[in-house]
């Protein structure tokens, strides 16, 4: 049962027949982890943080540039050398003093992702780079967590859900999508550049994915790319079948205990 | 006999039988970080060696990205 405050708060969204009291209050018990505090994680954690996502937990290892602020838009000037987490989390908290938000300021890596995957309901991959991308795609599949991935560069955007939860397993990953075969150089806005309000279109598309997700409404939309060409405002839709060959999904049943993978723990 | 496809909306003659491998090989298409999609269906790598075009296939090729 949602509070007096809570129903004022959020009475805009209450009020759609999709979301209604069940639908808030499903967010409101939810937990979000979001990887990653640039672009992508600044935009979606805002509106997350605005709807009453309950739980947000924010991790990223870097500080605040100045470069970061012409699209980065949660942080200030006076932000500036100070962790991104630490920033983010200010911010999210001045917008939202119900939703609560834990940081942690380390890289996403095999050490850290099992446990923080497992205690998320969703998991929000706002990375910057290929190698942390597989490896929280790796760690959300064994520990059948939905991810929603998301990814911008130059006048380019890409945004994927991937529904990991036992009843969706055989579908595909990023993996099957995005083969290893990858050079570092690949695509980081730090090399290539990033306008603005491409990265916050991606991060917000990141956050209504999750409410979809989240207050479970049918048309949310599994293992389907959408890709933003933000030069000419164009959308494309592509699906997405599982690779035969994937060394994350295919051919093993989601477990806990195999050799070659990351331990989930069980909770 | 040859047939017609697309590749990111460039018109092609290819020989029957072409499989999306020959295909970039024989266009000398980027690859590496690259997803491959066939009328609006991505085609994961295990599958570009055995995946025949047919005539009218419309063959995307885009780069993965992964700035955030």
Partial sequence: ????????????????????????????????????????????????????????????DDEVEVSNLSRQIAFRNQHVSTPKVDALAQQLRALNPECHIRTVQRRADKNLLPLEVSMADVVLDCSDNLETRHLVNQVCFECQVPLISGAAVGWSGQVIAFDFTAANKATGCYACMVPRDYTDQLGKCS???????????????????????????????THQLMTFDAKH?????????????????AAKETNTNNNEGVICPSL | MSITVTVNGVVQQINQQTTL???????DLPAVGCVFAINDQIIPKGLWSSQVLNEGDRISLFQAIAGG
């Fill in chain 1, 233 to 249: 405002l164009d959308w494309q839709k592509w699906q997405l079948m599982a690779d035969p060959d994937c060394e994350v999904c």
């Fill in chain 1, 1 to 60: 049962m949602l509070s007096d405050n809570a129903f004022l708060r959020y009475q805009r969204q209450v009020c759609l027949p999709e979301i209604g009291e069940s639908g808030q209050q499903k967010l409101c018990d939810s937990s979000v982890l979001i990887i990653g505090c640039g672009g992508l994680g600044n935009s979606a954690a805002l509106y997350l943080a605005a709807a009453g996502v309950g739980k947000l937990v924010l991790c990223d």
């Fill in chain 1, 191 to 221: 090399d290539l550049g990033i306008i603005g309000p491409v990265v916050g279109t991606i991060g917000n598309l990141q956050a209504l994915l999750t409410i979809q997700y989240l207050a479970e409404l049918p048309e949310f939309k």
């Fill in chain 2, 21 to 27: 491998t020959s295909l970039q090989q024989q266009l």
